[in-house]
């Protein structure tokens, strides 16, 4: 099992449609939730990201944790042709004695216009 | 500030060929790292630097070396070119060694190993 679930897609919509993007982790003790955004042939870039569980906004992103069932969701709210990325969640914490950033594979998003 | 350049944006190599991709940051960050992102997998770490002289293993480290002589720059070496290293390379590197800081990528190197 991978340390981080994330459905690969691509994920289509209209223009203008509410976008979910999730992610399950099995590691309990992730604390900091990242979410980076890759647009083609391009490095990431990091777009917001949570510290243990809750909500956070950021414009028409809203980034939520939900550590009792270890389910992390990014919503894009109004969502534009720019947004169109692959989008990968980040979870940070111990790990083998260790801390690590371990990273989903991405979803791929496609806004239609 | 430039951020994170890599060069080359793309190389062929052969087998058994080896050669160094190049890294460099003008942040002043003391953490750099390499990861391989191949179609389905994610970024997978190779090595990190947590500063000058300091480097470490990542998850697949195997067939990769790395120095850092400098906080600036942070080399990878592929030592003898396989197939399975056709992949896209990128360079990172953040302020401080806790990688829940932001991570600050390069454009990325896109390897083909024949």
């Known amino acids: 099992q991978k340390e981080v679930e994330q459905d690969p897609g691509p994920l289509s919509v209209p223009e203008g449609a509410i976008v979910s993007l999730n992610c399950t982790y099995s590691?309990?003790?992730?604390?900091?939730f990242m979410w980076y955004r890759q647009y083609s042939r391009k490095g990431p870039e990091l777009l917001m990201y949570t510290y243990s569980s809750g909500n956070k906004e950021d414009g028409r992103f809203t980034a939520q944790v939900d550590k009792s069932s270890k389910y992390i969701s990014l919503f894009i709210r109004d969502s534009q042709p720019s947004d169109s990325a692959t989008y990968l969640c980040a979870p940070w914490g111990a790990m083998d004695s260790n801390y690590q950033l371990i990273w989903g594979a991405g979803t791929k998003l496609i806004i239609k216009p | 500030n430039a951020g994170v350049t890599q060069t080359p944006k793309f190389q062929v190599l052969k087998t058994g060929q080896s050669m160094t991709l190049q890294c460099a940051q003008d942040m002043n960050h003391e953490y750099m790292s390499w990861y391989r992102q191949d179609p389905g997998m994610g970024l997978r770490l190779i090595h990190y630097?947590?500063?000058?002289?300091?480097?470490d293993q990542g998850e697949v480290p195997n067939g990769y070396n790395v120095s850092r002589s400098t906080t600036e720059d942070f080399p990878l070496r592929l030592l003898s070119a396989a197939p399975s290293q056709t992949s896209v390379y990128f360079c990172a590197s953040s302020l401080a060694e806790s990688s829940y800081n932001e991570q600050f990528f390069g454009p990325g190197t896109r390897l083909t190993v024949l």
């Open positions: 630097s947590v500063g000058a002289g300091i480097t």
């Open positions: 590691n309990s003790a992730f604390q900091y």
